[in-house]
T-cell receptor
Framework: DAKTTQPTSMDCAEGRAANLPCNHS???????VYWYRQIHSQGPQYIIH???NNETNEMASLIITEDRKSSTLILPHATLRDTAVYYC?????????????FGKGTRLSVIA | DSGVTQTPKHLITATGQRVTLRCSPR?????VYWYQQSLDQGLQFLIQ???????AKGNILERFSAQQFPDLHSELNLSSLELGDSALYFC?????????????FGQGTRLTVV
């Protein structure tokens, strides 16, 4: 079973920041938080991941609370092409390449 | 482009038949994962191979099998196909064991069983 809880759906106006929350209250100290998205029926696309510090890359920012029980993915300027299902996943770090276990994700609709 | 190549992109076959899906991982990636996504369903992990050896197993049916070859490409074999096996099948790859690296996905094979 997925170890994260996400809202089923969210809307965001084009050009505004999209803030996608994720609850992972049972996360262990050796688990990372990963975010992926799936646009329509394409292959899931990696966005970002982090352990405890906030992370930023060219796609998004990841804010992890100090207790690590929740996180927020931020798309700073959402476009119509960001409409997708966003998955928050916790994954063990110490054993390397453990499989990603996907939940139901959040369906983000960016509206013009 | 993720660098992960899956063939064929589309496959239509009849019930009871057997098919083989192929995945070429990103250059240098040793780990390959297979996922199934049925219509309006989530991504279900099926099986993982690392450097030719099975490493983890998920919800894979006994009618399904996989293997990873010395050149690191992988094949997923689906036999005695049923209508319910119609789905998108995704392959992903990631780097060496021991490094916490992200996995990259191919564009999938859409299997339709009629």
């Amino acid at each position: 079973d997925a170890k994260t809880t996400q809202p089923t759906s969210m809307d965001c106006a084009e050009g505004r920041a999209a803030n996608l929350p994720c609850n992972h209250s049972t996360i262990s100290g050796n688990e990372y938080v990963y975010w992926y998205r799936q646009i329509h029926s394409q292959g899931p696309q990696y966005i970002i991941h982090g352990l405890k510090n906030n992370e930023t890359n060219e796609m998004a920012s990841l804010i992890i609370t100090e207790d690590r029980k929740s996180s927020t993915l931020i798309l700073p300027h959402a476009t119509l092409r960001d409409t997708a299902v966003y998955y928050c996943i916790v994954r063990v770090a110490d054993s390397g390449n453990t499989p990603l276990v996907f939940g139901k994700g959040t369906r983000l609709s960016v509206i013009a | 482009d993720s660098g992960v190549t899956q063939t064929p992109k589309h496959l239509i076959t009849a019930t009871g038949q057997r098919v083989t899906l192929r995945c070429s991982p990103r250059s240098g990636d040793l780990s390959v994962y297979w996922y199934q996504q049925s219509l309006d369903q989530g991504l279900q992990f099926l099986i993982q191979y690392y450097n030719g050896e099975e490493r983890a197993k998920g919800n894979i049916l006994e009618r399904f099998s996989a293997q990873q070859f010395p050149d690191l490409h992988s094949e997923l074999n689906l036999s005695s196909l049923e209508l319910g096996d119609s789905a998108l099948y995704f392959c992903a790859s990631s780097a060496r064991l021991g490094m916490n690296t992200e996995a990259f996905f191919g564009q999938g094979t859409r299997l339709t069983v009629v």
